[in-house]
């Protein structure tokens, strides 16, 4: 679950994804009593370079998670307030469809001091997508699989992400992060990561970008190679219309030797 990712009923918005070649696109809807609806409309599937495509969509005109899954990758966005759910996307069985085969997945729920708040198995949505309502509304950590995401609500941006957070780098693959804090990509994340794992950034990450929605301009850092200086050194939180948000980043991890093993980043606020 994106939690800055938050648009009003109605809106019309880009929905971006990594593609090394253009695919499909599927836009599904979960209300409030989590039922799952397909509201795929027709669309275009735009590339715009750098391995990158986005498609231009109107989101429905009521409360709900939408859940979109562009060249086989999610993206998962409250529109307007609705029921606070957590959301997981499981590949393997979005790929099975049409003869769909649901997994059994489990997940776990902590406090910041390790007690455990709740755990089961996920509820099947439908179409690949899975997820629970957590039982208490309280800054949390949920885990599903590899996947630790922290829980803050009611979902203030500044708060986002509680007072800190963890992010599973996996070695060789694109992911989409976001860091909530006041810093540019090179001093918040790249630099830091070399700090926490002793391992120099250019040996770990391949390039981190963005697009700026508020400059309507991509923005990509090539560690060992972009200028701190530039304008591609972008900042990991910026203010748009009065608004604080919080830059979502395509993240490309290097094949790193030094081990087999994800590689951890730790963030606080």
Same mark, same amino acid.
């Given at each position: 679950m994106q939690?800055?990712?938050?648009?009003?009923?109605?809106e019309n918005i880009d929905v971006f994804s990594y593609a090394t070649n253009i695919g499909t696109f599927n836009m599904y809807m979960i209300n409030d009593a989590g039922v799952i609806v397909d509201i795929t409309p027709v669309a275009n599937i735009m590339s715009i370079g750098q391995d990158l495509c986005k498609v231009n969509v109107t989101l429905p005109d009521e409360e709900c998670i939408v859940c979109f899954v562009l060249n086989g990758r999610p993206v998962i966005i409250r529109v307007g307030?609705? =029921? %606070?759910?957590?959301v997981?996307?499981?590949r393997a069985t979005y790929d099975s469809m049409p003869n769909v085969v649901e997994e059994s997945i489990p997940y776990s729920r902590i406090d910041p001091i390790g007690n455990l708040l709740e755990?089961?198995?996920l509820r099947v949505y439908g179409f690949g997508f899975y997820g629970f309502v957590p039982?208490?509304?309280?800054?949390?950590?949920? =885990? %599903?699989k590899h996947l630790l995401t922290p829980l803050a609500v009611p979902y203030d941006v500044n708060k986002a992400c509680g007072n800190d957070g963890t992010i599973l780098l996996q070695r060789g693959v694109?992911?989409?992060?976001a860091?909530?804090?006041?810093?540019n990509v090179y001093d918040g994340f790249l630099s830091k990561l070399h700090t926490q794992t002793g391992i120099p950034a250019t040996d770990l990450i391949e390039v981190v970008s963005c697009y700026r929605g508020d400059q309507n301009k991509f923005l990509s850092f090539v560690p060992g190679i972009t200028n701190q200086d530039s304008i591609h050194n972008f900042p990991l939180t910026y203010t748009d219309d009065d608004n604080l948000e919080i830059v979502a980043m395509w993240v490309k991890c290097k094949q790193w030797i030094h081990t087999a093993d994800d590689v951890v980043f730790k963030w606080e606020i």
């Open positions: 939690h800055n990712s938050m648009k009003q009923p109605g307030n609705p =029921r %606070v759910r957590y997981f996307f499981s755990a089961g198995n039982l208490e509304h309280i800054f949390s950590i949920i =885990r %599903v694109w992911q989409m992060i860091i909530p804090v006041d810093d």
